[in-house]
């Protein structure tokens, strides 16, 4: 067996065997969406709970983190908590056993307190709320850097008088002098209380980073701005209608495989079935993509898989079609495939470039699936040039310079057919 063809047979086995090996791994692993799970969508519209005030970017960021905390805190598994526009806020929830619960959770406005330890029992923890959000200023709190390099959060609040009271009498609880920050049921922050302060400004420092700094003063000033949450659009999905779907899509995408395949192997002859190795190939690399990117799988995905697909076997026909063309022309098997396989490359690059082109403006102009769609077609794209373009090439290039295919009938060519140069 000379070289080239050990090579072959090499490659062919070892990344068959890999994708055969990993293959129930790469499947199992698929993220599913709600249309294929079962579960809910939610599109909510945020506004102001007080009159006068306005929805900032960062409130509507700390909103949609806020909303998946609980959706986390309810035992649902990676839910998908987008913000859309300047006010609204898409929830989606697969594998949901108790939906009116998690909508109940979800919907409430996000609650900021600050908690002592002041009449409580030893074991009680923080159990009075001395402060609530609506006592602070909107995006009254802001980070500052000292001179020594750290983070400080000022705070300002409405009123002086309460804030003097409530500092005065938590400084008495030494050494349990804290004034504990919650968001909801969570513990953020719990700095101390050293002195009354009569004042509307109030600073808290510590050792915090940049980030954390940061991240305490959204949720402050979020929590000084709670914003109700409307339902605007809500779609739900029956887990037995979700299982439906994706049995149904599974057993149509493998029947359409499997002819697929069956045709290109028959009508193309060699380049078909080097072609259904790389298209085997690619679809384990396009399924091993969602998982390395953490893309969840919804039927608008599958039209971009199904597409991305017939993108795959578009590029081998094209490039057979060029190595037939030039045979019929009377060129030898080799000089055909390396004319055929030059010829043909600039046109599928140019089909695959414009179908780029219209991905990506679905991606900066679309939302939701519509933006699902365009990065699974996306990355159909890339693997398809690597495998059906690059990798079948190159088997394809090792098979016929190694000198065992001598027939041109190996590439769906009759003699008749070809001309005399």
């Not at 700390?62 to 998908?80: I, Y």
């Not at 600073?203 to 000084?224: K, M, P, S, W, Y």
């Not at 028959?266 to 190795?277: K, N």
Request: with cysteine; proline share 2%; net charge neutral.
């Amino acid at each position: 067996m000379n070289r080239r063809l050990l090579a072959f047979v090499l490659i062919v086995v070892v990344t068959l065997g890999v994708v055969a090996g990993l293959s129930k791994w790469v499947v199992d692993d698929v993220k599913l969406g709600l249309d294929l799970k079962g579960g809910f969508e939610i599109l909510y519209e945020a506004e102001p709970i007080e009159a006068g005030g306005t929805v900032t970017k960062e409130s509507l960021n700390e909103t949609a983190k806020s909303l998946e905390a609980r959706a986390n805190a309810t035992g649902v598994a990676e839910p998908e908590i987008t913000t859309e526009g300047t006010n609204r806020i898409r929830a989606k929830i697969a594998g949901v056993t108790d939906e009116a619960k998690v909508r109940d959770v979800l919907k409430k406005p996000t609650e900021l307190t600050f908690r002592s330890t002041r009449g409580c029992a030893a074991d009680a923890g923080y159990c009075k709320v001395e402060l609530h959000g609506s006592d602070f200023k909107q995006n009254g709190a802001d980070v500052v850097q000292t001179n020594l390099n750290q983070y400080e959060i000022t705070i300002k609040l409405k009123d002086a008088k309460q804030f003097a009271e409530v500092t005065r009498e938590v400084a008495k609880l030494a050494p349990n002098n804290q004034l504990a920050i919650f968001m909801d049921e969570e513990q953020i922050s719990a700095p101390n209380v050293e002195q009354e302060i009569n004042s509307s400004d109030a600073v808290i420092n510590g050792t915090f980073t940049r980030d954390e700094a940061n991240d305490l003063r959204d949720q402050i000033n979020l929590g000084a701005l709670p914003l109700k949450l409307t339902e605007k659009y809500t779609q739900s999905v029956g887990a037995t209608l979700g299982k439906q779907s994706l049995d149904e899509t599974v057993e149509a995408g493998a029947i359409a495989t499997v002819v697929i395949l069956l045709f290109m192997m028959i009508f193309y002859r060699l380049p078909g079935v080097i072609a259904s190795i790389s298209i085997i190939i690619f679809i384990w690399l396009l399924l091993l993509g969602f998982n390395l990117i953490h893309a969840t799988l919804t039927l608008p995905g599958i039209a971009a898989f199904i597409l991305g697909i017939g993108m795959a076997v578009d590029a081998n026909i094209i490039m057979a079609e060029r190595i037939r063309e030039e045979l019929r022309s009377g060129k030898s098997i080799m000089s055909s495939q390396k004319s055929g396989s030059k010829h043909s490359f600039r046109t599928i690059i140019d089909a695959h470039v414009t179908t780029a082109i219209a991905a990506l403006v679905l991606f900066f102009i679309g939302v939701g699936s519509v933006k699902g769609f365009a990065v699974i077609l996306l990355l159909s794209i890339v693997l398809s040039v690597l495998t059906n373009v690059f990798f079948s090439r190159l088997l394809l290039t090792l098979l016929v310079r190694s000198g065992v295919v001598k027939k041109k009938t190996n590439f769906g060519v009759k003699e008749s057919e070809v001309r005399a140069l």
